[in-house]
Each structure stands twice: as structure tokens, then as C-alpha cells.
């Protein structure tokens, strides 16, 4: 009980101490704001870029396995790689009977195109041959119309589903469905408009930008038989806890069609999710831990100016302390004002860089990406700026606190 009197008592001697040196405070408060200001907008685009990276690849799917010829995430040496046969549409038909009952299996083909609608062109869009098992595999479905048919597929229907950006893009407020454009050189009619995915992270694949036709009018208009162009293979799990059974199953069922012998490596690549998420966790690791080093460095700078003005405090206030212990004032309640003077000024310095920073985040979102100040980011910014100033000020409130009354109070 007597100690927390002591520190009530403490805590009224430093904030009557910061309001007598209001200058001094604030300009000590400087360093603080923006090492706390540093601290929260690493945090902020931190979670932020992680949200982006969720929203742009939510399409891919977390029990879909793909096969390719390449890997998502390229390691090692490149030729090897590059040096791969291509997976063709016979090999996927093979691998889709093979697993017939254990996944969906569904084939795709993509090019660069321009589209043209009328006078109004957009360059080079993404052209997805694909069957009508897409909108199994994914979970974008269509906002307008319809998806592809197992009937567009059969019979090689000049239809195409668009995204939203195309939609946009082509034909702004119009309706677009049973429209008319042109693919490169072919004529396609609108029968959907997916509804908006994202995507655009950092470089990747916009899902807004593309364009679904059936992949038997794909080869049939671009060409992609025979093998002259690849095929990306995506087998779909029954359920996420399936999805480890069924990546044995499909590399096993690939070994056998690419007829590869037991001591020869894979020749294609399994991808996932995961696989984008590891490589994301790596790339946001390093780039969190050199924020976090770079802010620390401002809040260290910060508390080296609070230690220094604690320093000025503790000697200016010497004849203070003198008098104080000779009334009877232990040291530890002298240890705890100024404890508590350093504490509370880097605590308004950290609500200051929170105010600046909120509004500073506001500004991300409005214009960046998605993001936003969550409790843990306040409680993180709150609890480093009272051991900033704890660590700050323990030297000189030591310092104090040690002081001799009857030296103190000959002091001038």
C-alpha cells in the first residue's frame, strides 16, 4: 500500500514537471513521435500487404493442386527447367480418366491477345482456354450470364466469359452479354461477366484482365495441339484435408505418363498455394525485420534524447531532491518520479505518433491498398513507448535517487 502511495505521489511530482518545462518536453517528445510513427506504418503495410496478397490470390484455391511445366516459385538452376517437355492436352486426359472420382481435373491454355469492341481496344489481355470445370475448380463465378458449357466445349463455340476491367474497358456502363468482340483475329459473343477478383499484387496476374473461352476454341484459334504450346493441369481435392493423399496420387499418375524411370527426377512441377504463401512469408520476413531495424534506430535516437534531458532534469532539480529526502523522501520515490517523467513523456509522444500515423494510414488506404490500424498495432505502439521511456530514464532516476540530501542541498 505504501508503495503504491509512493508512486501516486511520484507521478504528480513529474507531471507538475512537464507541465513547468512544456517546451522541453515537446521537442524531447520529437524523436519519440517519429520512431512510434516508423513503428506503426511498418506494422500497418506489413498487414496490409499481407491482406493484398490474400485478396489478389483467393482465386487459386487452397485444395487445388497444379501441374505445370515450370514451378511458381523458381529455385535452382534455370535450364534445368527450362530444358522440360511441355505437359500437352493428351497427357491431361490421360491424367483426368486416371483420376476419375478422386478430383476434378481441368485443363487450361493462355496467350496474350488485344481485344476489340467496336472502336474501343485493350492491349494485350490474358485469354484462358479452359472447360466448363473452371468455375469447379475456382471460386470466382459469374456476376452476369453464364459460365462455359460442357456443350461450348464439345462443339467449339466462339463464346467467351469476360472479367470485370474488360467489361469496363469495352463497353463502360453497356450491357455486354450476347455482344460481339474480337479476340486478335476471331470473333467471340459475350455469354458472362465474372464478378470482381482482384489480383495486380505486386506484378501478378490482374483476374479482372482475362478472358475465358473454351479451350477447344482456344487450340482451334491460336493454335496449342500437338504440344507446340503448354497446358496447365489443375486437380481439385475433395477437401482441403484430402489435398496431401491426392499431390502422391498426382505426381505418381504423372511419373507414369511422362514414362520417367525411378531414378530420374520429376520433369514437371507441383504447385499450390502454400507455395506462394511460403515464398510471400519469406520476402514480408525480411522486409518486416529491416522496417522494424530501421524503426528502432529512430526510437533509439529518440530515447537517447530523453536520457539526455532526464540527465539536464536530474541536475537542475538537484536542490529538489536534497530537500525532498530530507523530509523524509525514500529513494525509491524519487527513483519513481523521475521514472515516471521520462515515461510519460515518451507515453505522449507514442498517443502523438498514433494520431499522426492513423491519419497517415487513412491516406494508404485511400490510395495504396487496404489498411488499417489494428488494437495489437496500438497496443504494440503504447507498450514500446513506456519502456522507451523506462529504459530512457532508469540511468538518471537512478542517478537521483542515489543522490547524498546534504550534498544535494549545497548544490547551486
Avoid at 473454351?214 to 481435392?237: E, F, L, M, N, W
Avoid at 533509439?300 to 541536475?315: E, H, L, P, Q, R
Avoid at 532539480?317 to 521514472?339: P, Y
Wanted: glycine share 10%.
Amino acid at each position: 500500500m505504501r508503495l503504491l502511495h509512493d508512486m501516486a505521489d511520484a507521478f504528480q511530482i513529474a507531471l507538475s514537471a512537464m507541465r513547468t518545462n512544456k517546451a522541453r518536453g515537446a521537442l524531447t517528445t520529437l524523436g519519440i513521435i517519429i520512431g512510434i510513427v516508423a513503428v506503426i506504418l511498418t506494422m500497418t503495410a506489413a498487414n496490409g500487404l499481407q491482406n493484398t496478397f490474400r485478396q489478389s490470390f483467393a482465386a487459386v484455391g487452397a485444395d487445388v493442386i497444379y501441374v505445370s511445366r515450370m514451378p511458381w516459385v523458381m529455385q535452382g538452376d534455370f535450364f534445368l527447367y527450362r530444358n522440360r517437355p511441355e505437359i500437352d492436352l493428351k497427357m491431361a486426359g490421360e491424367l483426368e480418366s486416371k483420376l476419375r472420382g478422386k478430383g476434378i481435373v481441368n485443363p487450361t491454355m493462355d496467350t496474350g491477345r488485344d481485344v476489340k469492341y467496336r472502336s474501343e481496344t485493350l492491349s494485350q489481355l490474358r485469354i484462358i482456354g479452359t472447360t466448363e470445370k473452371q468455375s469447379l475448380v475456382a471460386s470466382a463465378q459469374p456476376e452476369t450470364g453464364r459460365f462455359l458449357s460442357e456443350f461450348d466445349v464439345t462443339y467449339k463455340k466462339n463464346v467467351c466469359v469476360i472479367g470485370t476491367d474488360v467489361r469496363d474497358g469495352l463497353f463502360g456502363s453497356a450491357n455486354p452479354l450476347n455482344k460481339h468482340i474480337h479476340i486478335g483475329r476471331t470473333r467471340f459473343r459475350v455469354i458472362g461477366v465474372m464478378e470482381k477478383q482482384g489480383g495486380s499484387f505486386l506484378g501478378g496476374p490482374n483476374f479482372d484482365r482475362q478472358i475465358y473461352i473454351p479451350i477447344t476454341s482456344y487450340v482451334k484459334a491460336y493454335g496449342g495441339h500437338r504440344g507446340r504450346q503448354g497446358v496447365d493441369v489443375a486437380v481439385k481435392a475433395p477437401s482441403k484435408e484430402a489435398l496431401e493423399e491426392l499431390e502422391f496420387e498426382v505426381i505418381g499418375q504423372m511419373r507414369k505418363i511422362r514414362q520417367l524411370r525411378p531414378t530420374e527426377d520429376d520433369n514437371f512441377s507441383i504447385n499450390k498455394l502454400d507455395t506462394l504463401v511460403g515464398a510471400f512469408n519469406n520476402v514480408m520476413g525480411v522486409v518486416l525485420l529491416v522496417g522494424l531495424l530501421v524503426t528502432s534506430i529512430s526510437l533509439f535516437v529518440g530515447g537517447v534524447g530523453v536520457m539526455n534531458i532526464m540527465f539536464v532534469s536530474v541536475t537542475e532539480r538537484t536542490r529538489e531532491i536534497g530537500i525532498r529526502k530530507s523530509l523524509g523522501a525514500k529513494s525509491r520515490s524519487i527513483l519513481f518520479q523521475f521514472l515516471f517523467e521520462s515515461a510519460s513523456i515518451c507515453l505522449l509522444g507514442g498517443m502523438i505518433g498514433i494520431l499522426v500515423a492513423s491519419i497517415l494510414t487513412a491516406v494508404i488506404n485511400k490510395v495504396l491498398m487496404p489498411a488499417s490500424v489494428s488494437v495489437p498495432i496500438l497496443f504494440t505502439a503504447v507498450v514500446v513507448s513506456i519502456a522507451v521511456g523506462v529504459v530512457a530514464g532508469l540511468v538518471p532516476a537512478f542517478r537521483g535517487s542515489k543522490l547524498n540530501p546534504i550534498e544535494a542541498l549545497r548544490y547551486e
